[in-house]
Nanobody
Framework: QVQLVESGGGSVQSGGSLRLSCAVS????????MAWFRQGPEVESEGVAS???????NYAASVKGRFTISRDTAKNILYLDMDRLKPEDTATYYC??????????????????WGQGTQVTVSS
């Protein structure tokens, strides 16, 4: 059974950092397209970052240079390292997976498996 469980959210001041984790069971993260999405009070669902089975990374313009997606295939965990956080990064963050090796794009309708979300709050 496929399960994605996020952790690592919290409250931080502007300019701070957080690391989100997504523990995966039911498949190996190395061979799937994996991504992080977010949904906040002032923004619709946004694909933040993705990584495919060939280690191609892709980021939304709003986070490029500040966020880093990575995975530990031994632990089967997906990560999102977030630096220089801004109040507009406040959102619930979700990890997601496709049943494919490639990501195509960060259209949420392409992703079949989702975690329950973890809240990130950035204060000014």
């Amino acid at each position: 059974q496929v399960q994605l469980v996020e952790s690592g959210g919290g409250s931080v001041q502007s300019g701070g950092s957080l690391r989100l984790s997504c523990a995966v069971s039911g498949f190996n993260v190395a061979w799937r397209c994996m991504a992080w999405f977010r949904q906040g009070p002032e923004v619709e669902s946004e694909g933040v970052a993705s990584i495919n089975a060939y280690n191609t990374l892709n980021y939304a313009a709003s986070v490029k240079g500040r966020f880093t997606i990575s995975r530990d295939t031994a632990k089967n965990i997906l990560y999102l390292d977030m630096d220089r956080l801004k109040p507009e990064d406040t959102a619930t963050y979700y990890c997601a997976a496709r049943d494919e090796t490639s990501c195509m794009n960060r259209n949420s309708t392409l992703y079949k498996h989702w975690g329950q979300g973890t809240q990130v709050t950035v204060s000014s």
